[in-house]
């Protein structure tokens, strides 16, 4: 646990008491704050009750005794309308922050110069970020990795020189982070995402910004037009990631052939062979693990081991296994088009499982891709407007639920004449019409898999 030593004494509001309120909470009260928390969910409040929050409603609180105004990142704070927390704070002249922000203030405590990497992006953040904390672990430092990957960033040690913070920050807790100054910050793409909460992409790109902006060090994807605007306006010291494309000034990486190259064209790294980074998605996760790695002293052997032994992430194009010469993965994270995108530019004769609720634009984006698609299974509520969207491209079934689609790409998988078919489940789209989150329908999508037959 990080201790909220810099609210010593101060009397503290906090709103949300789901994984990460409670440990906010739990932070506040060893570091000597006194806290009132509350959450519009009766279930959210009983659970803090059992663990011994003292839960009070904050529409009754004497809101001038207040430093702040602690707002879980799930929480509106502008779009589309801010949560009936948020004036109550402002007009008593509540500051409003999250717990990034405490985790911000109680590094420049106690060591302002303790490694801290920021991480964040609409796509890939998840996977860029325990890609690089494993590089720093199996090169021998003592990491911690939190943030929007899991583990709220004040149940980790708190920050030392000799300790390095790998932290997947949302645009949510951004927002909520007014001195964020990371000692890297690391942007690596942006698409239209979480538009209802931002109001627009013009919004949502100042937000992502703002990680590199106080960095020491800033690494960003350049591959789309927001993210090579802000590397231009952000200058040295930066690193720039190009896939595909050719790198202008010293320090930049280029992801070219499943290889990572540096300015001059030197390979500083070859992904060749690794199941758990394939796709040029992957190239870039990578380049900035490089870039990570390099700027904190690892390079060389150390470093091209690491990213060989880098297991992948659950639900990410995570291999599950082959069944004769089928291979079968699972992609269940990827709940948008531009996700899904990289899956299917990773594969051929792909027997792609695919639904559920769908994304502004569905899988129209993906027409210059189903090519490499042999047949198509639709699940979930989605299926009625990706058979349209399919009809004449690319032939498909309606299966309707995930069970019956396993089984029938299973099938035809293993008739299949090609020498490679792939059983890829990558929905393009929300889990909510058939499971509580991807992650139950990834674990589903698993099990399945386990349970076919041997061939």
Same mark, same amino acid.
Request: aromatic letters at 4%; one cysteine or more.
């Given at each position: 646990?990080?201790?909220?030593?810099?609210?010593?004494?101060?009397?503290?509001?906090?709103?949300?008491?789901?994984?990460?309120?409670?440990?906010?909470?739990?932070?506040?009260?060893?570091?000597?704050?006194?806290?009132?928390?509350?959450?519009?969910?009766?279930?959210?409040?009983?659970?803090?009750?059992?663990?011994?929050?003292?839960?009070?409603?904050?529409?009754?609180?004497?809101?001038?005794?207040?430093?702040?105004?602690?707002?879980?990142?799930?929480?509106?704070?502008?779009?589309?309308?801010?949560?009936?927390?948020?004036?109550?704070?402002?007009?008593?002249?509540?500051?409003?922050?999250?717990?990034?922000?405490?985790?911000c203030r109680e590094r420049a405590a106690l060591a302002p110069k303790a490694p801290f990497v920021a991480i964040t992006g609409t796509n890939g953040k998840s996977t860029t970020t325990a890609l690089t904390a494993h590089v720093l672990r199996e090169a021998g430092r003592d990491v911690q990795m939190g943030g929007n990957i899991g583990t709220a960033i004040l149940s980790l040690a708190p920050p030392s020189d000799s300790r390095v913070h790998v932290v997947e920050l949302s645009t949510f807790q951004i927002d909520l982070t007014p001195s964020l100054k990371p000692g890297i910050g690391v942007l690596l793409n942006l698409t239209p995402d979480h538009l209802d909460r931002h109001g627009s992409m013009e919004n949502y790109a100042a937000i992502k910004e703002r990680v590199i902006q106080g960095a020491g060090l800033a690494v960003v994807g350049v591959?789309?037009?927001?993210?090579?605007?802000?590397?231009?306006? @952000?200058?040295? $010291?930066?690193?720039?990631?190009?896939? !595909? +494309?050719? /790198?202008?000034?010293?320090?930049? &990486?280029? *992801?070219? #052939?499943?290889?990572?190259?540096?300015?001059?064209?030197?390979?500083?790294?070859?992904?060749?062979?690794?199941?758990?980074?394939?796709?040029?998605?992957?190239?870039?996760?990578?380049?900035?693990?490089?870039?990570?790695?390099?700027?904190?002293?690892?390079?060389?052997?150390?470093?091209?081991?690491?990213? @060989?032994?880098? $297991?992948?992430?659950?639900?990410?194009? !995570? +291999?599950? /296994?082959?069944?004769?010469?089928? &291979?079968? *993965?699972? #992609?269940?994270?990827?709940?948008?088009?531009?996700?899904?995108?990289?899956?299917?530019?990773?594969?051929?004769?792909?027997?792609?499982?695919?639904?559920?609720?769908?994304?502004?634009?569905?899988?129209?984006?993906?027409?210059?891709?189903?090519?490499?698609?042999?047949?198509?299974?639709?699940?979930?509520?989605?299926?009625?407007?990706?058979?349209?969207?399919?009809?004449?491209?690319?032939?498909?079934?309606?299966?309707?639920?995930?069970?019956?689609?396993?089984?029938?790409?299973?099938?035809?998988?293993?008739?299949?004449?090609?020498?490679?078919?792939?059983?890829?489940?990558?929905?393009?789209?929300?889990?909510?019409?058939?499971?509580?989150?991807?992650?139950?329908?990834?674990?589903?999508?698993?099990?399945?898999?386990?349970?076919?037959?041997?061939?």
């Amino acid at each position: 646990m990080t201790p909220a030593t810099t609210f010593a004494g101060q009397k503290v509001a906090l709103f949300g008491l789901g994984g990460s309120g409670l440990a906010t909470v739990r932070a506040l009260l060893a570091g000597g704050a006194d806290v009132l928390a509350w959450d519009d969910s009766t279930s959210s409040r009983d659970r803090a009750r059992e663990q011994g929050v003292t839960v009070s409603d904050l529409r009754d609180a004497d809101w001038s005794g207040f430093s702040a105004l602690i707002l879980a990142p799930g929480v509106p704070l502008t779009h589309p309308e801010p949560h009936w927390t948020v004036p109550l704070a402002k007009g008593a002249g509540v500051e409003i922050i999250g717990d990034i922000e405490i985790f911000c203030r109680e590094r420049a405590a106690l060591a302002p110069k303790a490694p801290f990497v920021a991480i964040t992006g609409t796509n890939g953040k998840s996977t860029t970020t325990a890609l690089t904390a494993h590089v720093l672990r199996e090169a021998g430092r003592d990491v911690q990795m939190g943030g929007n990957i899991g583990t709220a960033i004040l149940s980790l040690a708190p920050p030392s020189d000799s300790r390095v913070h790998v932290v997947e920050l949302s645009t949510f807790q951004i927002d909520l982070t007014p001195s964020l100054k990371p000692g890297i910050g690391v942007l690596l793409n942006l698409t239209p995402d979480h538009l209802d909460r931002h109001g627009s992409m013009e919004n949502y790109a100042a937000i992502k910004e703002r990680v590199i902006q106080g960095a020491g060090l800033a690494v960003v994807g350049v591959d789309d037009p927001h993210c090579a605007a802000i590397a231009g306006r @952000r200058g040295a $010291p930066r690193v720039r990631i190009h896939v !595909e +494309g050719h /790198g202008g000034e010293a320090g930049d &990486l280029i *992801v070219r #052939d499943a290889r990572i190259l540096d300015e001059e064209g030197t390979c500083l790294a070859d992904l060749s062979g690794i199941g758990s980074l394939r796709g040029a998605h992957n190239g870039q996760n990578a380049a900035v693990a490089v870039a990570v790695a390099r700027a904190l002293g690892i390079a060389g052997d150390t470093l091209a081991a690491a990213l @060989r032994s880098f $297991p992948g992430l659950a639900h990410r194009m !995570e +291999g599950l /296994g082959r069944r004769g010469r089928a &291979l079968f *993965v699972n #992609d269940s994270k990827a709940t948008n088009a531009d996700s899904t995108e990289k899956a299917l530019l990773a594969f051929r004769d792909i027997h792609w499982i695919v639904g559920g609720k769908a994304k502004e634009g569905g899988i129209a984006p993906l027409a210059s891709l189903f090519d490499r698609v042999a047949h198509a299974y639709l699940i979930g509520a989605s299926s009625d407007t990706f058979a349209a969207t399919l009809e004449g491209r690319v032939p498909f079934t309606r299966c309707g639920t995930l069970e019956a689609a396993t089984e029938a790409a299973a099938t035809a998988a293993a008739a299949s004449p090609a020498p490679e078919p792939v059983v890829l489940l990558s929905p393009a789209c929300a889990s909510y019409d058939q499971f509580p989150n991807f992650e139950v329908r990834g674990d589903r999508f698993r099990a399945l898999v386990k349970a076919l037959p041997e061939i």
